[in-house]
Nanobody, 115 residues
Framework: QEQLVESGGGLVQPGGSLRLSCVASGNSFSVSGMGWYRQVPGKERERVAVITAGPTTNYADSVKGRFAISRDNAKKTVYLQMNNLKPEDTGVYYC?????????WGQGTPVTVSS
């Protein structure tokens, strides 16, 4: 069964940076579209960034200019570089395979931005 495993979350001060990683198993990573989502208690999970197999990228307005999604097909890994972090970036960050089916979620990695 294919899986996604995230890492890299933690506690960081406002203005700081973190890089999240998501390692995929299986053999379809290079043709997969991948996304990063985040969720806070009481709110719906929101998509933060997506990268296609092309690759092309797209970002939520709230993170444009601060976050960067990238991929390394040889390592079957997708990254989320987060700079100039703000308290409102706090949440659990999930990696997601957008396509092909079946859709797959990682277990999540928590990010807390606080002084």
């Amino acid at each position: 069964q294919e899986q996604l495993v995230e890492s890299g979350g933690g506690l960081v001060q406002p203005g700081g940076s973190l890089r999240l990683s998501c390692v995929a198993s299986g053999n379809s990573f290079s043709v997969s579209g991948m996304g990063w989502y985040r969720q806070v208690p009481g709110k719906e999970r929101e998509r933060v960034a997506v990268i296609t197999a092309g690759p092309t990228t797209n970002y939520a307005d709230s993170v444009k200019g601060r976050f960067a999604i990238s991929r390394d097909n040889a390592k079957k890994t997708v990254y989320l570089q987060m700079n100039n972090l703000k308290p409102e970036d706090t949440g659990v960050y999930y990696c997601h395979r957008e396509y092909p089916n079946p859709f797959i979620w990682g277990q999540g990695t928590p990010v807390t931005v606080s002084s």
